[in-house]
């Protein structure tokens, strides 16, 4: 089983739909959770990061988080031709103050007009 | 600097050959990561740093490649006998802040050196 799991997509969205990407874990004892988008060409930039169980919601997008189910998602609403990109999950695995951040495949969005 | 800076953007090197990948982190941050990516792929863990010791060196694929930290700043990914798969960028991300988890431990990437073995 792999760390960290996405679909690798291609998720295809009509413009102004939620995109809804989804993540599993497999280390029961992380804590901390990211979603980084990557376009292509260019390196992950960070744009959501959850700590706690429950949503954290940041302007358009949303991150989830069920520890219990080992689970964290990220929604998009009100999607743009411009978030079309691949969205990386990322994992602190690790406790203690050790890190070792661990990146899914990916999955890759598809806004179209 | 003001982000994370990676030297050189671009190498293209002759099979067996040895290279030298170069990180310079965002000023004050404790921990780097290297991470391979290849197309389609996410980003694979190799080694993580806290200051200048590795943490975690389990994702180096083979004793080919070697990386060090040594004053807990600038980092060298260093690649002996290259081989064609090692083609792939090569991602440095640092750290903001390592601490007791749950903490703010958002990692910031460089742009990535595209290595491309011949």
């Known amino acids: 089983q792999k760390e960290v799991e996405q679909n690798s997509g291609p998720l295809s969205v009509p413009e102004g739909a939620i995109a809804s990407l989804n993540c599993t874990y497999s280390?029961?004892?992380?804590?901390?959770f990211f979603w980084y988008r990557q376009y292509s060409g260019k390196s992950p930039e960070l744009i959501m990061s959850i700590y706690s169980n429950g949503d954290k919601e940041d302007g358009r997008f949303t991150a989830q988080l069920n520890k219990a189910s080992q689970y964290v998602s990220l929604l998009i609403r009100d999607s743009q031709p411009s978030d079309s990109a691949t969205y990386l999950c990322?994992?602190?695995?690790?406790?203690?103050?050790?890190?070792?951040?661990?990146f899914g495949a990916g999955t890759r969005l598809a806004v179209h007009p | 600097g003001a982000g994370v800076s990676q030297t050189p953007s671009n190498k293209v090197t002759e099979k067996g050959k040895y290279v030298e990948l170069r990180c310079d982190p965002i000023s004050g941050h404790t921990a780097l990561y290297w991470y391979r990516q290849s197309l389609g792929q996410g980003p694979e863990f190799l080694i993580y740093f806290q200051g200048t010791g590795a943490a975690d060196d389990s994702g180096l694929p083979n004793d080919r490649f070697f990386a060090v930290r040594p004053e807990g700043s600038v980092s060298t990914l260093k690649i002996q006998r290259t081989e064609r798969g090692d083609s792939a960028v090569y991602l440095c991300?640092?750290?903001?802040?390592?601490?007791?988890?749950?903490?703010?431990?958002?990692?910031?990437f460089g742009q990535g050196t595209r290595l491309t073995v011949v």
């Open positions: 990322a994992v602190n695995i690790g406790s203690g103050g050790y890190n070792k951040l661990i």
């Open positions: 991300a640092s750290l903001k802040k390592i601490d007791r988890p749950p903490s703010e431990t958002e990692a910031f």
């Open positions: 280390d029961r004892g992380s804590q901390s």
